[in-house]
């Protein structure tokens, strides 16, 4: 069974920084795209920034140059995201997910929530003004 635990989360003031971890267990196969998601109440679901299974990042756009993703490489489908000068617009639950990806057929692909299925409880980002 595929368990997803994502944690750091917290209250910051804009300008500040947070970094996200995520944890995937009980995923059988060797190699996929992990994918760092957001969601307001009332909104859907967005990508916000991954890496697929070649290595490759992707970034949405209100997250470039300030976000970074990464992978742990001494730890198995580990991921993090390393969020600086967050602004209010960044308030929301973020979650992480873990897929095959054979459905991507660029990098940007892995941003969009539909092939993902695994999903954990997330982490609530909270930036006041």
């Known amino acids: 069974q595929v368990q997803v635990v994502e944690s750091g989360g917290g209250s910051v003031q804009a300008g500040g920084s947070l970094t996200l971890s995520c944890s995937i267990s009980?995923?059988?196969?060797?190699?996929?795209?992990m994918t760092w998601f957001r969601q307001v109440p009332g909104k859907k679901r967005e990508g916000v920034a991954g890496i697929d299974s070649d290595g490759n990042s992707a970034y949405a756009e209100s997250a470039k140059g300030r976000f970074s993703v990464s992978k742990d490489n001494a730890k198995k489908n580990t991921l993090f995201l390393q969020m600086n000068s967050l602004k209010p617009e960044d308030t929301a639950m973020y979650y992480c997910?873990?897929?095959?990806?054979?459905?991507?057929?660029?990098?940007?692909?892995?941003?969009?929530?539909?092939?993902?299925?695994?999903w954990g409880q997330g982490t609530q980002v909270t930036v006041s003004s």
């Open positions: 997910s873990i897929d095959l990806c054979g459905w991507a057929l660029s990098p940007a692909d892995i941003l969009s929530p539909n092939g993902f299925g695994y």
């Open positions: 009980g995923y059988r196969f060797s190699s996929g795209c």
